[in-house]
C-alpha cells in the first residue's frame, strides 16, 4: 500500500523558511519521479516542484523558482521541499506525490504564511 506522509509544515513570517519532508512506502521509490503540489483556499491545485527518479533533474513553475528547491535521498525514501523567502501567497496546504499515478490525495501539511 503506496504511504506518503508530509510534515514540517506551520505557521512562518514572510520571507522566512520551512523544509517539508515526505516519507514514502509501499512502492519502488527510486521508481518514479516525485513531486509536491500546493492548494490554497479557492484555488486549484498546482504543481510547485518535480525531481526525477534520480535526483538529476528538477522542475519548478515561476511562482516558486528560485525559492523552492526539492529534493530526494533515495536512502530513506524521501523527498523534500526547501522553501525560502516564502510569501503570503505560499499559504497553502502541500502535498507530496508520485507524477503521473492516479494515487489518492493524502491530508497534506499546512503552511502558513503571515505576519
Known amino acids: 500500500q503506496v504511504q506518503l506522509v508530509e510534515s514540517g509544515g506551520g505557521l512562518v513570517q514572510p520571507g522566512g523558511s520551512l523544509r517539508l519532508s515526505c516519507a514514502a512506502s509501499?512502492?519502488?521509490?527510486?521508481?518514479?519521479?516525485m513531486g509536491w503540489y500546493r492548494q490554497a483556499p479557492g484555488k486549484e491545485r498546482e504543481l510547485v516542484a518535480s525531481?526525477?527518479?534520480?535526483?538529476?533533474?528538477?522542475n519548478y513553475p515561476d511562482s516558486v523558482k528560485g525559492r523552492f528547491t526539492i529534493s530526494r535521498d533515495n536512502a530513506k525514501n524521501t523527498v523534500y521541499l526547501q522553501m525560502n523567502n516564502l510569501k503570503p501567497e505560499d499559504t497553502a496546504v502541500y502535498y507530496c506525490?508520485?507524477?503521473?499515478?492516479?494515487?489518492?490525495w493524502g491530508q497534506g501539511i499546512q503552511v502558513t504564511v503571515s505576519s
Open positions: 506525490r508520485r507524477i503521473g499515478t492516479s494515487d489518492s
Open positions: 509501499g512502492f519502488i521509490f527510486t521508481a518514479y519521479v
Open positions: 525531481i526525477s527518479n534520480l535526483g538529476r533533474t528538477t
